[in-house]
């Protein structure tokens, strides 16, 4: 694994509607300037998590994938993937599948 490498643990819905992707690690200090993409992505540190807003209507799915983008582009470059023991709270059996199957492709 690469210095930066994280590994998403958790994938929950939060009662506000809300994605939180949640590492393994607890994150570092530093991703809290993700804000600064401008794409609607920021950092929980109390759950130490990247988390959506509500301001965008995509579907759960496609916020993993925009969040997972974000991180892991060039401007960025945190490097996170989807672990292989994943705990998933509030997210429907369908999202869940389509998020796991664009993981691996």
Not at 3 to 30: A, F, K, P, Y
Not at 94 to 99: A, F, T
């Amino acid at each position: 694994m690469a210095e930066h490498d994280e590994i998403i643990n958790r994938v929950e819905v939060l009662e506000s509607g809300e994605l939180i992707l949640v590492l393994e690690s607890g994150g570092r200090s530093g991703y809290q300037h993700i804000y600064r993409e401008g794409v609607g992505v920021s950092w929980d540190n109390k759950r130490g998590a990247f988390k959506s807003t509500s301001r965008v209507k995509w579907s759960y799915p496609e916020w993993f994938f925009h969040i997972l983008n974000t991180c892991n582009s060039d401007n960025v470059y945190y490097s996170i993937c989807l672990g292989s023991e994943v705990d998933w709270v509030n997210i429907s059996e369908q999202d869940k599948e389509e998020i796991e199957k664009g993981s691996t492709t």
